[in-house]
Nanobody, 116 residues
Framework: QVQLVESGGGLVQAGGSLRLSCAASRSTFSFCTMGWYRQAPGKQRELVTAISSGGSTNYADSVKSRFTISKSNIKNTVYLQKNSLKPDGTAVYYC??????????WGQGTQVTVSS
């Protein structure tokens, strides 16, 4: 069973930066895509950004130019660099991996709180 473990969440002031990490229990080459989602209180989970096995990326309009997704195939880890954080970015951030076998894996989530 594939496991994804997020880390790096916390409390940060608006305008600040934070880097989230998602460590996979198997090679990132196993995943056709990996991505970050977030769920704010009272809202549905939404896609923030994703990266394909080939390195192609896509971003939600609300985070373009502020967030960057990257991955290390050596460390089997996906990162989310978040800059110029806004209070509406307060949410639980989840890592998701879509495996070539068709299985989907989710991490347990990491809380990010942006204070104004």
């Amino acid at each position: 069973q594939v496991q994804l473990v997020e880390s790096g969440g916390g409390l940060v002031q608006a305008g600040g930066s934070l880097r989230l990490s998602c460590a996979a229990s198997r090679s990132t080459f196993s995943f056709c895509t990996m991505g970050w989602y977030r769920q704010a209180p009272g809202k549905q989970r939404e896609l923030v950004t994703a990266i394909s096995s080939g390195g192609s990326t896509n971003y939600a309009d609300s985070v373009k130019s502020r967030f960057t997704i990257s991955k290390s195939n050596i460390k089997n880890t996906v990162y989310l660099q978040k800059n110029s954080l806004k209070p509406d970015g307060t949410a639980v951030y989840y890592c998701k991996g879509a495996i070539y076998s068709g299985d989907i894996a989710w991490g347990q989530g990491t809380q990010v709180t942006v204070s104004s």
